[in-house]
């Protein structure tokens, strides 16, 4: 998951793109203490992935002020162990209001600049997204 254009800022479209160690490629993940985990920037947490719109098929993830709303919550659970500890792994995202809809690269594209958006869950290729943690330490 990266932002588009590495553009740092709200209303900016989320899409895939291969790992370079951009800023725009890492994220910090928040238990939102009700319905899941918020997803925001690593380097500026006042900013997360959102829905544009409604939850529904086919809506985009952008960049929006972090509001730990329904549009910014999901669940996220390793595949092949279906926990969610943080681990290295393969991961599925889903909403946390509704876990039939998941994060995915739209249409299974796998070039660079790709939209990403949700879609009901199938457990497709494009519905599954590699995780490193990595320990970071704030000042």
């Known amino acids: 998951l990266t932002v ?16 370079q160690g951009l800023d725009s490629q890492k994220w910090i993940l928040r238990d939102s203490g009700k319905n899941g985990w918020v997803i925001s920037l690593l380097s500026n947490p006042q900013i997360s992935i959102s829905i544009k719109g409604n939850i529904e098929n086919g809506a985009k993830l952008i960049l ?8 910014q919550k999901y669940r ?7 926990q969610s500890k ?3 792994g393969i ?8 876990s039939n809809k998941a994060i995915e690269v739209a249409g ?8 990403v958006d949700i879609w009901d869950f199938g457990n497709a290729t494009a519905q599954k997204f590699n995780f490193e943690y990595k320990e970071f330490v704030t000042q």
């Not at 991961?91 to 509704?98: N, P, T």
């Open 91 to 98: 991961y599925k995202i889903v909403m946390g209001v509704d």
């Open 64 to 71: 929006s002020r972090t509001q730990d709303n329904d549009k």
């Open 4 to 19: 588009k254009d590495n553009n740092l800022q709200q209303g900016s479209e989320i899409v895939q793109y291969d790992y």
């Open 108 to 115: 299974s594209a796998t070039e660079n600049n790709a939209k």
């Open 76 to 82: 996220i659970s390793n595949v092949s162990t279906d």
């Open 86 to 88: 943080k681990e290295n």
